[in-house]
C-alpha cells in the first residue's frame, strides 16, 4: 500500500481566537503559512460549543493519527485482529 498523502502536512492545532466573536473555530497548519485546514461552527440547535471544540481537536490531530497507524501497520503482525482495521484505516484517510 502507499502510503504517500498529499493533505497539509502536520502539525494542524486549533485557533480560537475568533470563536469568541463569531463562534467558528478554525484549524490550520502553522509550518505552511498558517493555511487553514477547516473552520467548524457551532449552529446553536444542531452543534453545541463542546461538540465543536471535540470536532476540531479530533481533526487537529488527524496528521498524528495517520502517522501513528502507518508505524502500527509497519509494527503488528499480517495476522493480528487489529491490521486490516489500521489498513482500512489509512486507506480511509488517504482516500483509497
Not at 460549543?49 to 496528521?63: D, F, K, Y
Not at 497507524?69 to 509497519?74: G, I, T, V
Amino acid at each position: 500500500m502507499s502510503t504517500q498523502t498529499k493533505h497539509t502536512p502536520g502539525p494542524w492545532v486549533i485557533n480560537s481566537l475568533y470563536a469568541k466573536v463569531s463562534d467558528v473555530l478554525t484549524v490550520h497548519a502553522p509550518n505552511t503559512n498558517n493555511a487553514q485546514i477547516c473552520s467548524l461552527a457551532a449552529m446553536r440547535g444542531h452543534m453545541d460549543e463542546s461538540e465543536q471544540t471535540s470536532n476540531a481537536r479530533l481533526i487537529a490531530a488527524a496528521p498524528s493519527m495517520l502517522e501513528a497507524l502507518k508505524q502500527a501497520a509497519f509494527a503488528i503482525p499480517t495476522t493480528h485482529g487489529a491490521f486490516d482495521s489500521v489498513n482500512r484505516a489509512i486507506k480511509l484517510a488517504i482516500g483509497q
